[in-house]
């Protein structure tokens, strides 16, 4: 028995080595050996692959990091079952200094933004004056966890009053062949930006690994590409209900495993091969700015939801705003709609003005252990509130359709908890 671990090399160098595997009874010590020869990078010139390149290009990954683009672009970019990286986060960063994606470019698309910024910015001090009245910091809560806690409650409100198009980064961990496929459909993508963001990501990608990325495609599948991405990318539903759950999974075969739910203690997941029981559908209402969280679980499906003001703006940020700011962001609101509505700009670029805390129309679809996953991990008091509500929500449908089936959700009233300020990445002194 041996096991090897070679991280040094290239993607496409490491993709090599295993696909040889399949077709060498050779040891990869002896492909090392090839790869240290040719040097790195040039290992996979030396091979003419006879066979489905695809499955090689599983083999190597790389990570891309993003910056400059629009919360949009970013949704764009993670608007993948096997997307993995990280974004930054308007729940724990101050936005206020960040620049903003204006696509128009004209005087009242400006305003539009600006408006919405200088809301954010000159509210946030109020806000949080107000969350420290309202939760004052307890006997024995350290002080700097305390207020770490204040502000990023704080952004947890006034999120819901940033702008689409204001700018983010993010990173993207992938393997070679699935960064081909992503980047197959974001070059017809309804938004310029992120079309023109797939084809400067192709470039890098190709500069680096010309073997992995020089794919030519037909007219007929580009064409096929094209119209799946102007039709169906974004999913709207204008009579979304607020709530509602449907599943196919038959309680009389969910019960032959009711020792699974019984012994199984918190924070353990369900065994995988469950969802072949069947599939769990929710659709509901939530502001996108947490979208953006319920869109990081990967294992199911999630529709990309297009930003309108049709369905309203969250109720959870206007009651958490003091008196006079709630007052101030109610006529801000209603300006602003009639201004977005003013622009007559097609649907898709409208998002860029339209702020995060306006309902989207939700619809994702689970296998039963992913069910179970995201309902409890997202009812938990460090959640969004407001993305928190809807697992409630969800783990109220799942106990009515199956009341036997044991669950581990947080169902505490409150949703403050200092130890938010414990939630950082903080350099070692």
């Known amino acids: 028995m041996k096991v090897f671990l070679y991280d040094e090399f290239n993607p496409q160098d490491i993709a090599m080595m295993q696909a040889l595997y399949s077709r060498s009874p050779e040891s990869v010590t002896k492909h090392v050996e090839k790869v240290r020869q040719t040097g790195s990078g040039k290992f996979m010139e030396r091979f003419y692959v006879g066979y489905g390149h695809a499955s090689i290009a599983d083999c190597g990954s790389t990570t891309l990091f993003i910056e400059g683009v629009s919360m949009l672009a970013a949704k764009a970019i993670e608007d993948w079952p096997l997307f993995s990286g990280q974004e930054s986060s308007s729940r724990y960063i101050d936005y206020s200094k960040q620049t903003l994606g204006d696509p128009i470019g004209t005087l009242a698309s400006k305003k539009i933004l600006d408006s919405w910024m200088a809301f954010y910015i000159a509210s946030l001090p109020k806000v949080e004056e107000h969350l420290m009245a309202k939760y004052p910091r307890k006997d024995g809560e350290d002080e700097g966890v305390y207020k770490k806690a ?48 797939a084809e400067k990501i192709h470039a890098e990608l190709f500069a680096k690994y010309p073997h992995s990325f020089g794919h030519k495609f037909s007219d007929e599948q580009e064409n096929y590409r094209k119209y799946l991405q102007s039709k169906y990318n974004y999913f709207f539903n204008a009579d979304v209900p607020e709530f509602k759950m449907k599943t196919n999974i038959k309680t009389s075969e969910l019960n032959k495993y009711k020792d699974i739910f019984a012994k199984r203690p918190e924070k353990t997941g369900l065994p995988n091969f469950l969802a072949e029981l069947g ?33 309203g703006f969250n109720e959870w940020y206007l009651a958490e705003l003091p008196e006079a700011v709630r007052k101030e962001a ?61 697992a409630h929500k969800m783990h109220a449908a799942l106990k009515k359709a199956f009341p036997l089936m044991k669950t581990h959700p947080d169902l505490a009233l409150t949703d403050w908890d200092v130890k938010r300020g414990l939630q950082d990445i903080r350099e070692r002194k």
């Open 279 to 311: 599939n769990v559908t929710y659709d509901f209402l939530l502001d996108f700015g947490s979208f953006r969280d319920i869109q990081r679980h990967r294992n199911g499906v999630c529709r990309m939801p297009l930003l309108t003001t049709k369905l």
């Open 330 to 390: 109610n006529g801000l609101i209603k300006e602003q709609k009639k201004a977005i509505v003013a622009l007559k700009t097609d649907k898709e670029t409208a998002q860029y003005y339209t702020a995060m805390g306006f309902n989207v129309s939700c619809r994702v679809t689970y296998g039963l252990p992913a069910a179970v996953y995201v309902m409890e991990l997202r009812s938990g008091r460090p959640v969004h509130p407001t993305l928190r509500k809807v």
């Open 150 to 197: 204040i502000k990023a409650r704080a952004f947890d409100i006034m999120r819901g009053f940033l702008p689409a198009g204001v700018h983010t980064q993010l990173s993207w961990h992938t393997n070679l062949r699935q960064a081909g496929d992503k980047l197959f459909l974001l070059k017809h993508h309804p938004l310029k930006e992120v079309r023109d963001l």
